[in-house]
């Protein structure tokens, strides 16, 4: 069977299968032509079963582009995080900390006790982790550890909250 065959007789079933887990018609077409190349691009002669095997390669490729997405957030938020821009007005800088701050504190409530705490000290007090270390007596390691516990459970709880938000303080 020849590639442009395969791509006839899978194309809509990879789209469909891909728009279903995807649910966005623009990224069903961008995995969908994804599947189809490494399809192209693979040695078939060991496959025994063909339409099963591209809806596992359309799988992989929905699921990566779904943690690729989770964690680039992620990546995103710890990124904003830990820059400090120097704004050219201290006012707006000021105005904009603290609203971000009135609206996470309804998260923050929502943490475990542990990690609140680290939490609370690194983004309301604007401590470093090795002060958050020396007023917690632990070790730093573990300041981190809670930091980004902290973050993937307020990712988790409040994921529109916070991309709307972007956050805007340091990490470390």
Same mark, same amino acid.
């Given at each position: 069977m020849s590639d442009r065959e395969i791509f006839?007789?899978? =194309? #809509?079933? *990879?789209?469909?299968?891909?728009?279903? /887990?995807?649910?966005?018609?623009a990224d069903a077409e961008d995995i969908s032509q994804e599947v189809f190349v490494k399809v192209i691009l $693979?040695? =078939?002669?060991? *496959?025994?079963?063909?339409? $099963?095997?591209? /809806?596992?390669? $359309?799988?992989?490729e929905c699921n990566s582009v779904i943690k690729r997405r989770k964690t680039g957030w992620m990546k995103e938020v710890r990124n904003y995080l830990? @820059?400090?821009? #120097?704004? @050219?007005?201290p006012v707006e800088?000021?105005?904009?900390?603290?609203?971000?701050k009135k609206e996470l504190q309804?998260?923050?409530?929502?943490l475990p006790d542990k990690i609140r705490m680290v939490v609370v000290l690194r983004f309301i007090n604007e401590l470093t982790v090795p002060e958050i270390s020396k007023v917690m007596s632990i070790?730093?390691?573990? *300041?981190?550890?809670?930091?980004n516990k902290g973050l993937e459970i307020l990712n988790r709880m409040?994921?529109?909250?916070?991309?709307?938000?972007? @956050?805007? #303080?340091s990490v470390y």
């Open positions: 006839e007789l899978y =194309k #809509e079933q *990879v789209y469909y299968f891909c728009y279903y /887990l995807m649910k966005n018609q $693979a040695d =078939k002669s060991k *496959v025994r079963n063909l339409k $099963a095997w591209i /809806l596992r390669i $359309a799988s992989n830990l @820059s400090r821009s #120097e704004e @050219s007005n800088k000021r105005l904009d900390r603290q609203e971000t309804g998260l923050y409530r929502q070790p730093e390691g573990t *300041v981190k550890s809670r930091l409040g994921g529109t909250q916070l991309k709307e938000l972007n @956050s805007n #303080e």
